[in-house]
Nanobody
Framework: VQLQASGGGLVQAGGSLRLSCLAS????????LAWFRQASGKEREFVAY????????DYADSVKGRFTISRADAKDTVYLQMNDLKPEGTAVYFC????????????????????WGQGTLVTVSS
């Protein structure tokens, strides 16, 4: 499975962006989808997770109430709607996937994911 992230760009603090991640195979077959981000000089960190069957999405505390992960299986695409962006949100954003549903305890673990997109850069100016 190949994942292709897009939608990054330059935005002012308080603005919004929507990232997209297109899968090369039917999204219906990919149970776990997530977004991670990596700021310059920092480790990659979990942002959001979505499961195909049941359960609410999970979010990092730093983005709760501002970011929304959603999936459009008919378009084989997962989205990350980012509102009220902050300068600390400047990072390369990656989408990741795994065929199986992940337990809550490991969803934030990047090693749990099988497939990764190439990343898209989001720059938030103050």
């Amino acid at each position: 499975v190949q994942l292709q992230a897009s939608g990054g760009g330059l935005v002012q603090a308080g603005g919004s962006l929507r990232l997209s991640c297109l899968a090369s195979e039917r999204l219906f077959n990919i149970n776990s989808l997530a977004w991670f981000r990596q700021a310059s000089g920092k480790e990659r960190e979990f942002v959001a997770y979505s499961t195909r069957w049941g359960g609410s999405p999970d979010y990092a505390d730093s983005v709760k109430g501002r970011f929304t992960i959603s999936r459009a299986d008919a378009k084989d695409t997962v989205y990350l709607q980012m509102n009220d962006l902050k300068p600390e949100g400047t990072a390369v954003y990656f989408c990741a996937g795994r065929q199986n549903r992940l337990a809550l305890s490991v969803r934030a673990n990047q090693g749990a994911y099988t497939w990764w997109g190439q990343g898209t850069l989001v720059t938030v100016s103050s």
